[in-house]
T-cell receptor, first 113, second 115 residues
Framework: GAGVSQTPSNKVTEKGKYVELRCDPI?????LYWYRQSLGQGPEFLIY????????DSGLPNDRFFAVRPEGSVSTLKIQRTERGDSAVYLC???????????FGPGTRLTVL | GENVEQHPSTLSVQEGDSAVIKCTYS??????FPWYKQELGKRPQLIID?????GEKKDQRIAVTLNKTAKHFSLHITETQPEDSAVYFC??????????????FGKGTKLSVKP
């Protein structure tokens, strides 16, 4: 079946702009995670959804970052007033249940100029 | 919180040799330890995982061992092939604090297999 998909694959924006990154999880997966991966590092946890609710947002770096999953499927990560330090690959992963095996999407490479 | 250390950061082996990557974790509540392979510009792909009620798991040329007492786990790849070249990440997760299975990753090991 289809895996996790993310759009866009690349996003270039200017400092101060607003961006939205989209994640389509594997059909039927109730758990959805967002991670951020900087060059040469492992992914770092941002936020976790179980169904429609954000069950754990402890990894969000500040209040410029926000994510939604209104219908329990597609999720959008929103970044306001982007900064150069936000440049990274943003990865989404889904799992059939909490604490289950996580399957990653290809990521969105965000570049803030 | 949980902290995962991974060694070595780079590893170069000849085709056919074995490769071993080691990770340590800090939180004894961690109970799930996956390994991901990431090729350049690609998504992380799960290659093997182990839970804390098991000491060893094997899948063809890949094996993972877990020592809960010492809080370390290792990835073993035998008969390495050039297509094994990639960055490998270990991770840990568990029932600590408000965690719902979010993974804590090591910094990765770049494996190069020379033909």
């Amino acid at each position: 079946g289809a895996g996790v998909s993310q759009t866009p694959s690349n996003k270039v924006t200017e400092k101060g702009k607003y961006v939205e990154l989209r994640c389509d999880p594997i059909s039927g997966h109730t758990a959805l995670y967002w991670y951020r991966q900087s060059l040469g590092q492992g992914p770092e946890f941002l936020i976790y959804f179980q169904g429609t609710g954000a069950a754990d947002d402890s990894g969000l770096p500040n209040d410029r970052f926000f994510a939604v999953r209104p219908e329990g499927s597609v999720s959008t990560l929103k970044i306001q007033r982007t900064e150069r330090g936000d440049s990274a690959v943003y990865l989404c992963a889904s799992s059939p249940l909490a604490r289950g095996t996580q399957y990653f999407g290809p990521g969105t490479r965000l570049t803030v100029l | 919180g949980e902290n995962v250390e991974q060694h070595p950061s780079t590893l170069s082996v000849q085709e056919g040799d074995s490769a071993v990557i080691k990770c340590t974790y800090s939180d004894s509540a961690s109970n799930y330890f996956p390994w991901y392979k990431q090729e350049l510009g690609k998504r992380p792909q799960l290659i093997i995982d182990i839970r804390s009620n098991v000491g060893e798991k094997k899948d063809q040329r890949i094996a993972v061992t877990l020592n809960k007492t010492a809080k370390h786990f290792s990835l073993h790849i035998t008969e390495t092939q050039p297509e094994d070249s990639a960055v490998y990440f270990c991770a840990a997760s568990g029932n600590y604090g408000g965690s719902q299975g979010n993974l804590i990753f090591g910094k990765g090991t770049k494996l190069s297999v020379k033909p």
